[in-house]
């Protein structure tokens, strides 16, 4: 039993990084920031497969993780506890998996959207625009991870559009 706690605590502290202070969640929110610049160096950037089942399967695996493994955190740390950071993961791997193909993740300007992701994702998930907050009422595991993924939606969005106006400029 031992064993399985530790696993938990490891994925949905993504390994510790929950533990890191301050602002857990920002250092939670890195992760897929750097997968996600790593495959666009690789020359999968979004537009490619790749881009899109790697960052797709992160935020499946991590929303997955924190809602039906969230309980026992919260049993362990309190309600939405900032050691579970696999919530900002899910999220800001979402925001990525939601870039359109017309960023090139080749160009010189693939670190600025990035940057502007991952600032719009923070900003959002700070500060729970709606439904996020409702949705983090819900109990348990779900309630810690469905606020972030609204969040992801409201970071996304922006992104989105500019990206088309940009490609239609």
Not at 119 to 128: E, Q, S, T, V
């Amino acid at each position: 039993m031992i064993r399985r706690h530790e696993g938990t605590k490891a994925l949905l502290s993504v390994g510790g990084i929950g533990m890191m202070r301050p602002a857990s969640g920002t250092w939670g929110s890195m992760p897929p920031v750097v997968l996600a610049y790593a495959l666009g160096a690789a020359g999968f950037g979004p537009g490619s497969v790749v881009w899109y089942a790697l960052l797709g399967g992160v935020a499946v695996v991590f929303t997955i993780g924190c809602g039906l493994l969230g309980d026992e955190a919260e049993a362990w740390w309190g309600k939405d506890p900032s050691n579970v950071v696999a919530d900002e993961v899910a999220g800001m791997a979402l925001v990525l998996a939601l870039f359109p193909p017309t960023i090139d993740g080749a160009s010189s300007s693939f670190i600025l959207w990035l940057v502007g992701a991952f600032l719009l994702f923070r900003a959002a998930d700070i500060a729970k625009p709606w439904p996020a907050k409702q949705w983090q009422r819900i109990p348990g595991g779900w309630g810690i991870v469905l606020d972030d993924l609204a969040a992801a939606v409201h970071a996304a969005v922006p992104i989105i559009v500019l990206a088309l106006i940009l490609a239609l400029a």
